[in-house]
């Protein structure tokens, strides 16, 4: 390659190089250049749209606030009944009432549950069933698991709505 880049007139061999630093400088912005500014100008539009959604998100927050606060009202489950009794309830019906050790207020709009040795697989389809049939969250939870196979100490704060 060498002895016949040396073969070559000097015009041609001047040639050859601005012609492989032209195609190296083409290479360089199609390959490198134009798709980071692409990518550039794609984040910074994304930027403006997550701007803008996040202060819509902000201002219909405050809306939620004012409208909670006017209604005064405790929040309730779907059901319409307190959230202390519908959770009493659910679990004493289900496989749980053995494991349900104590229900109280935690708060005007939360309400804590004690579970001992309760069967997991039981406990978690209560949960799921607390939320999509009655709109009712776990907000905290802290699982302890026991030596017995699929028990567990379970302390859950639910609320509604969250």
Do not use: C
Request: net charge positive; aromatic share 6%; no cysteine.
């Amino acid at each position: 390659m060498r002895a016949w880049f040396s073969g070559l007139e000097a015009n041609e061999r001047r040639m050859l190089i601005a012609g492989g630093g032209l195609l190296l400088v083409m290479l360089l912005y199609a390959g490198l250049w134009e798709p980071l500014t692409g990518k550039i100008d794609m984040l910074r539009v994304s930027t403006t749209e997550q701007a803008a959604l996040l202060t819509w998100m902000r201002s219909t927050a405050q809306e939620v606030k004012q409208l909670r606060g006017r209604s005064g009202q405790q929040a309730k489950p779907a059901t319409g009944q307190s959230l202390l009794s519908l959770v009493d309830r659910t679990a004493k019906s289900g496989r749980l009432g053995s494991a349900l050790k104590r229900v109280q207020p935690d708060g005007d709009e939360k309400v804590g549950v004690w579970m001992e040795a309760a069967n997991f697989d039981d406990l978690v389809r209560w949960l799921v069933a607390l939320e999509t049939r009655h709109d009712v969250r776990v907000v905290s939870s802290v699982f302890q698991a026991l030596e017995a196979s699929g028990r567990v100490d379970a302390r859950l704060v639910f609320a509604t709505g969250v």
